[in-house]
């Protein structure tokens, strides 16, 4: 089973900075990877899938980055609402199935 | 716009089966393409995949869970459900049905979750 670690738990910024948020595979994933983010009390929202694609009406300040094992969610300046929980995903074949990160909480600093 | 609904009872006895079932509206499951998952967040933790079915009634189940779980779908009614025996409190969690393309990683369509305590 691959096993995803996200870095850090725990990310303190204020508006206007720059965010980064990392997520390590244990075995290559290739591009199946995708990033959620997750508000109290709501269900995730899709951000980006295959590592660099932005969902629909997703806006342009985040972005994806990386592959094989190493993967980045970029937020370039964050936005009151983007203060939240965030998760990536992958998606493996062989055995088909899903796994999570633990998350990185990013709160306002 | 695609939309998922999850229904079911919110409070299931230990050692009891846990029962949920996810109703698509705004798409087919009949159509292909996708595969019809289940995903559970245990109170204020991560979230865990359960499994997944096809349209075909082809499914894919969490290893760790496998031995307990049932998914099946119901094209008539555009519904697939989920089916959890031997529940204990460590099963206490939020459930959510899910869309998953098949041909990528995404998760594009969310229920909006349930939460199933198991308690006596």
């Known amino acids: 089973e691959i096993v995803l670690t996200q870095s850090p738990a725990t990310l303190s910024l204020s508006p206007g900075e720059r965010a980064t948020l990392s997520c390590r595979a244990s075995?290559?994933?290739?591009?199946?990877l995708a990033w959620y983010q997750q508000k109290p009390g709501q269900a995730p929202r899709l951000l980006i899938y295959?590592?660099?694609n932005r969902a629909t009406g997703i806006p342009a300040r985040f972005s994806g980055s990386g592959s094989g094992t190493d993967f980045t969610l970029t937020i370039s300046s964050l936005e009151p609402e983007d203060f939240a929980v965030y998760y990536c995903?992958?998606?493996?074949?062989?055995?088909?199935?899903?796994?999570f990160g633990q998350g990185t909480k990013l709160e306002i600093k | 716009q695609v939309q998922l609904q999850e229904s079911g009872p919110g409070l299931v006895k230990p050692s009891q089966t846990l029962s949920l079932t996810c109703t698509v509206s705004?798409?087919?499951?009949?159509?292909?393409?996708?595969?019809w998952s289940w995903i559970r967040q245990h109170p204020g933790k991560g979230l865990e995949w359960i499994g997944y079915?096809?349209?075909?009634?082809?499914?894919y189940y969490n290893p760790s869970l496998k031995s307990r779980v049932t998914i099946s779908v119901d094209t008539s009614k555009n519904q697939f459900s989920l089916k959890l025996s031997s529940v204990t409190a460590a099963d206490t969690a939020v459930y959510y049905c899910?869309?998953?393309?098949?041909?990528?990683?995404?998760?594009?369509?969310w229920g909006q979750g349930t939460l199933v305590t198991v308690s006596s």
């Open positions: 899910a869309r998953a393309e098949g041909s990528s990683s995404r998760i594009d369509y």
């Open positions: 705004g798409g087919s499951i009949s159509s292909g393409g996708y595969y």
């Open positions: 079915i096809y349209y075909s009634g082809s499914t």
């Open positions: 075995q290559s994933v290739s591009s199946y």
């Open positions: 295959d590592a660099s």
């Open positions: 995903q992958q998606r493996s074949n062989w055995p088909s199935m899903y796994t």
